[in-house]
């Protein structure tokens, strides 16, 4: 991998949850692809990058800006480590939101190196006069500093090394048109398909080294939310108990006894997402807002939207009208539920 310089600690959320975000920057070393020819999914946009890369290289110029898009736990920070390891250079880690004023990023760009990399995680978060301080800096590579206030106001502009940055976000919509302009690459990750997850699996398997039986890694790959980061904490949950109970093999009621440990159910929801489901069916079925469903379950509406609605909604367990979310008849099925009449508040 590169070398990486991580300027800030990432957040960390506590317990394990579908977004995962205490194992973004922290992922287990070994799990973690150490090239594209290990990186399983997403096969064209790794394509993509693979050509970006070598043209840029071919031109000896930095490779253009780079924004992924997508849901936590796909695949953003490591392909941000694959592109530098392939540009040969240095990557500089930083979180969104610690960039709270110009002079916070002032100091990480003029300490970049030619042709480094910086990778911003949550970038959709970065402050809006922060922002307006990387458009010189993404276009010509020089950074204006205003000195003073007032009459006495004057801009120094100091020349920065050529670099690359990545941004990583969940939510692309909240990024200025002027921002986002300025990425020459985009890519969106999409959720994974069941075949890949068990690829995935398998390969984190070997390197954990325990044995598991096709038909229970397949279980695991099924309720891993099309999320290759859930598969892996799945994966290593599931091996502490075949560790414990079935001398380091994983059969289908290990895995079956450690999926039911966590809270996961045979359609991959975990507990906040049937809290989410009753919420609404106890309000006779929908449609009620976000910020109803937010305070009844004691969850951000950041969260709820980002982590758990996206996947509900592929899973065809709830839908988005312009009054609200509703639940769906699977929803109810499956829960074994029957919308109650909705609660006057």
């Known amino acids: 991998m590169p070398k990486v310089i991580s300027i800030n600690k990432p957040a960390a959320d506590g317990e394990p949850r579908p977004d995962g975000r205490e194992e973004d920057l922290k992922l287990d070393s070994t799990l973690r692809p150490a090239d594209f020819s290990d990186f399983v999914g997403q096969s064209k946009i790794v394509g993509n990058l693979k050509i970006y890369i070598t043209a840029a290289q071919k031109r000896q110029e930095p ?3 780079i924004l992924f898009s997508g849901g936590p736990g796909l695949g953003k920070t490591t392909l941000s480590y694959l592109v530098a390891k392939e540009l040969g ?3 500089r880690v930083i979180q969104g939101p610690s960039l709270e004023r110009p002079a916070d990023l002032a100091g990480i760009l003029t300490g970049l190196e030619n042709r480094n990399v910086l990778f911003i995680d949550e970038i959709h978060r970065i ?19 205003m000195i003073d206030q007032g009459p006495h106001a004057r801009t120094v502009q100091l020349t920065i090394a050529p670099f690359t940055l990545i941004g990583a976000t969940t939510r692309e919509g909240l990024l200025s048109d002027p921002f986002r302009s300025r990425f020459g690459i ?12 068990l690829r995935i699996i398998k390969r984190s398997a070997k390197i954990l080294n325990v044995q598991g039986d096709e038909a229970a890694l397949k279980m695991i790959a099924s309720r891993s939310r099309g999320t290759p980061r859930i598969a892996n904490q799945i994966l290593k949950r599931v091996r502490d108990v075949a560790q414990v109970k079935s001398n380091n093999l ?8 450690g999926l039911k440990m966590l809270g996961i159910d045979e359609y991959g929801l975990v507990p906040t997402d049937r809290k989410i489901l009753q919420t609404i069916i106890d309000n006779g079925g929908g449609p009620i807002g976000l910020k ?13 939207e980002d982590v758990y609605e996206p996947y509900l909604i592929k899973c ?12 769906t008849t699977k929803a109810h099925e499956h829960l074994n539920k029957h919308p109650k009449e909705p609660r006057l508040f």
Do not use: Q, W
């Open 186 to 197: 985009f890519e969106k990750l999409e959720l994974y398909p069941e075949n890949d997850l």
């Open 63 to 65: 490779l253009d800006h």
């Open 292 to 304: 109803t469903i937010s305070i009844s379950i004691g969850e951000e509406e950041d969260t709820i």
């Open 89 to 91: 250079t240095s990557i």
């Open 316 to 327: 065809c367990m709830i839908e988005k009208t312009p009054r609200g979310r509703k639940t």
């Open 127 to 145: 402050p809006i006069t922060v922002a307006e301080y990387l458009y010189s800096a993404m276009e010509d590579f020089n950074l204006n500093i």
């Open 250 to 257: 994983i059969t289908t009621a290990i895995a079956e006894e």
